[in-house]
């Protein structure tokens, strides 16, 4: 049976669709349609979530075991900005209620800053630590206790690094929490110090907790959707990724015991992640904390604390953008947050050669035409084999349509005699289908890459596109495309059965109206490499043809 290139080309597009459905589950936390669950998975539940105090959206739930507060403590925000960041920590438990990045701006408001912890409005995005553990004077200190400014403010060093030390006693403990900031750093240091004031010896566990809502963002889109959620690593089992729907229904399955790695809340383009001691044992949990609201964390033993004895733990906190070559300098697989799905073994060269022409060109737009280039002379013999199937398809057309008309009445003849005209003429019915294939797992490896890349973030390139990140604000380039689609389908040979014609007339149509949701960086590298192979196939064309007139 004769098989059609504009049939196989439909397949393409299907299939293609397919693995686009496929990549945007993963995006969203959902389970590839291609892969199992993860082997190594333990479930969320065992690693004793229950033991940290829980808390409502703004912080004050009732911790296990105690009474009730008569009235509410006090509660003072102390701000600490560096040049990159801008932080809100509230005395009452010392908890992050706010973290603004000072060099990103929000995606629907330019004119504000990036906001990534905050509590307000239906949002909830907070960093909370504490202790669990009770003693015959009552529960330790947690992210509900009052703590106090050491010395009324924050210190600076001679470096420029801003501290702020916040101490609290309760339950016959003090737990002193050290919060370190840099120039220039987006990891904040912090170091919990924990002192037996008690008579008896004490076996607290530090808690490090991340609380988000399981809203999606303001922005997001069927076409541009991206992943918010729970995120970890560890050596054994690498990374894994959650989704708040599974933890409310109780069935998230990930590592629950580890001596490494982290706990994150990732979304597009930023990531904030506590990272414990190194060595270090502890649980990891995911839990629902109230209505919509969702918990990710580590609970660390510190072991027997004599009286009058301190016991000191060090960790940190990156909160900040998903810049992969900051990101596996700080800890092992934190870079794995900047997630390219399953087209990784494709994305990260295809961005690795990106970082290294936009240090030449300094514009992230050229530098996706500079790659168009390389990526069609690096497929060159492999399209100008597909495009001279297509140029000898063009000659031999007539030929076909009197094979069509003398047999019209009988399939089977009329298919062996197109094969018969094929082996005569040295034409592959599906060369001219080469083309488009050996492109499609770049073109998706592409969308991973300007979908991941917080570096092209709001990246401009000339004009009207100001970033390559987000669709065409005017249809410009997919306008382009879907004529620079409708010249290809002129060169192409055209199909002897009308509808198909009518078909190949659309395709380009329906195309460019899906390119009008697609970031403007894919649809630039579609558009020049269209131009880049219209030139390529004419040339080969017009060979051809003048070599048949002759």
């Given at each position: 049976?004769?098989?059609?290139?504009?049939?196989?080309?439909?397949?393409?597009?299907?299939?293609?669709?397919?693995?686009?459905?496929?990549?945007?589950?993963?995006?969203?936390?959902?389970?590839?349609?291609?892969?199992?669950?993860?082997?190594?998975?333990?479930?969320?539940?065992?690693?004793?979530?229950?033991?940290?105090?829980?808390?409502?959206?703004?912080?004050?739930?009732?911790?296990?075991?105690?009474?009730?507060?008569?009235?509410?403590?006090?509660?003072?925000?102390?701000?600490?900005?560096t040049d990159v960041v801008k932080v809100d920590i509230d005395t009452l438990g010392g908890v992050i209620k706010?973290?603004?990045?000072?060099?990103?701006?929000?995606?629907?408001?330019?004119?504000?800053?990036?906001?990534?912890?905050?509590?307000?409005?239906?949002?909830?995005?907070?960093?909370?630590?504490?202790?669990?553990?009770?003693?015959?004077?009552?529960?330790?200190?947690?992210?509900?206790?009052?703590?106090?400014?050491?010395?009324?403010?924050?210190?600076?060093?001679?470096?420029?690094?801003?501290?702020?030390?916040?101490?609290?006693?309760?339950?016959?403990?003090?737990?002193?929490?050290?919060?370190?900031?840099?120039?220039?750093?987006?990891?904040?240091?912090?170091?919990?110090?924990?002192?037996?004031?008690?008579?008896?010896?004490?076996?607290?566990?530090?808690?490090?907790?991340?609380?988000?809502?399981?809203?999606?963002?303001?922005?997001?889109?069927?076409?541009?959707?991206?992943?918010?959620?729970?995120?970890?690593?560890?050596?054994?089992?690498?990374?894994?990724?959650?989704?708040?729907?599974?933890?409310?229904?109780?069935?998230?399955?990930?590592?629950?015991?580890?001596?490494?790695?982290?706990?994150?809340?990732?979304?597009?383009?930023?990531?904030?992640?506590?990272?414990?001691?190194?060595?270090?044992?502890?649980?990891?949990?995911?839990?629902?904390?109230?209505?919509?609201?969702?918990?990710?964390?580590?609970?660390?033993?510190?072991?027997?604390?004599?009286?009058?004895?301190?016991?000191?733990?060090?960790?940190?906190?990156?909160?900040?953008?998903?810049?992969?070559?900051?990101?596996?300098?700080?800890?092992?697989?934190?870079?794995?947050?900047?997630?390219?799905?399953?087209?990784?073994?494709?994305?990260?060269?295809?961005?690795?050669?990106?970082?290294?022409?936009?240090?030449?060109?300094?514009?992230?737009?050229?530098?996706?035409?500079?790659?168009?280039?390389?990526?069609?002379?690096?497929?060159?013999?492999?399209?100008?084999?597909?495009?001279?199937?297509?140029?000898?398809?063009?000659?031999?057309?007539?030929?076909?349509?009197?094979?069509?008309?003398?047999?019209?009445?009988?399939?089977?003849?009329?298919?062996?005699?197109?094969?018969?005209?094929?082996?005569?003429?040295?034409?592959?019915?599906?060369?001219?289908?080469?083309?488009?294939?050996?492109?499609?797992?770049?073109?998706?490896a592409l969308y991973w890459v300007l979908q991941s890349s917080v570096e092209m973030r709001g990246a401009p390139?000339?004009?009207?596109?100001?970033?390559?990140?987000?669709?065409?604000?005017?249809?410009?380039?997919?306008?382009?495309?879907?004529?620079?689609?409708?010249?290809?389908?002129?060169?192409?040979?055209?199909?002897?059965?009308?509808?198909?014609?009518?078909?190949?007339?659309?395709?380009?149509?329906?195309?460019?109206?899906?390119?009008?949701?697609?970031?403007?960086?894919?649809?630039?590298?579609?558009?020049?490499?269209?131009?880049?192979?219209?030139?390529?196939?004419?040339?080969?064309?017009?060979?051809?043809?003048?070599?048949?007139?002759?």
């Amino acid at each position: 049976m004769e098989l059609n290139k504009r049939t196989v080309l439909w397949i393409v597009f299907a299939i293609s669709l397919i693995v686009l459905w496929n990549n945007w589950m993963v995006a969203n936390g959902k389970q590839s349609l291609f892969s199992p669950a993860p082997p190594a998975a333990q479930v969320a539940q065992q690693a004793k979530p229950n033991d940290v105090p829980a808390a409502a959206q703004q912080g004050a739930g009732a911790v296990p075991g105690a009474a009730a507060p008569a009235a509410a403590p006090a509660s003072q925000r102390v701000t600490i900005a560096t040049d990159v960041v801008k932080v809100d920590i509230d005395t009452l438990g010392g908890v992050i209620k706010r973290l603004e990045l000072l060099k990103f701006a929000d995606e629907i408001d330019k004119n504000k800053n990036k906001v990534l912890f905050d509590v307000g409005g239906k949002n909830t995005y907070l960093g909370q630590t504490g202790l669990i553990g009770q003693t015959p004077a009552g529960v330790l200190p947690n992210h509900q206790t009052p703590f106090t400014v050491r010395g009324g403010a924050p210190t600076r060093d001679a470096n420029g690094n801003v501290q702020l030390v916040l101490d609290a006693e309760q339950g016959g403990v003090r737990l002193t929490k050290t919060f370190t900031f840099k120039k220039g750093d987006y990891t904040i240091g912090l170091r919990h110090d924990v002192t037996n004031l008690s008579a008896a010896p004490v076996q607290p566990s530090l808690y490090l907790q991340l609380q988000h809502d399981g809203n999606k963002p303001a922005n997001d889109s069927w076409f541009m959707s991206s992943y918010t959620g729970p995120t970890l690593y560890t050596a054994e089992d690498k990374y894994q990724k959650l989704s708040f729907e599974d933890i409310e229904k109780g069935n998230a399955e990930h590592s629950a015991k580890a001596n490494n790695g982290w706990v994150a809340i990732s979304q597009h383009f930023f990531v904030s992640a506590f990272i414990p001691a190194d060595k270090a044992q502890r649980d990891i949990y995911t839990k629902k904390i109230a209505t919509n609201l969702y918990a990710i964390g580590t609970v660390q033993p510190l072991g027997n604390v004599a009286p009058g004895a301190t016991v000191s733990t060090d960790s940190r906190l990156y909160s900040g953008p998903q810049d992969e070559k900051t990101l596996e300098t700080i800890t092992p697989g934190l870079e794995l947050v900047k997630d390219y799905g399953m087209l990784t073994i494709i994305a990260k060269p295809i961005f690795w050669v990106m970082d290294h022409l936009h240090a030449l060109l300094g514009n992230w737009g050229w530098t996706i035409v500079a790659l168009t280039v390389l990526i069609k002379l690096a497929f060159f013999p492999l399209s100008a084999a597909g495009y001279r199937s297509m140029a000898k398809m063009r000659v031999v057309t007539p030929k076909m349509q009197a094979i069509r008309e003398r047999y019209k009445n009988d399939p089977q003849k009329m298919q062996q005699a197109t094969m018969e005209l094929y082996k005569t003429e040295k034409i592959n019915p599906l060369g001219g289908c080469l083309p488009i294939l050996v492109q499609m797992p770049v073109f998706f490896a592409l969308y991973w890459v300007l979908q991941s890349s917080v570096e092209m973030r709001g990246a401009p390139w000339v004009g009207w596109i100001t970033d390559l990140t987000q669709p065409d604000p005017f249809f410009i380039l997919p306008i382009i495309y879907a004529v620079s689609m409708f010249i290809t389908t002129k060169l192409n040979p055209q199909p002897a059965d009308p509808v198909q014609a009518k078909m190949m007339l659309f395709m380009p149509l329906a195309f460019s109206v899906i390119f009008f949701f697609f970031p403007s960086g894919l649809v630039l590298y579609w558009v020049v490499n269209n131009i880049l192979s219209i030139a390529q196939q004419w040339v080969i064309t017009k060979k051809f043809e003048t070599g048949a007139a002759k």
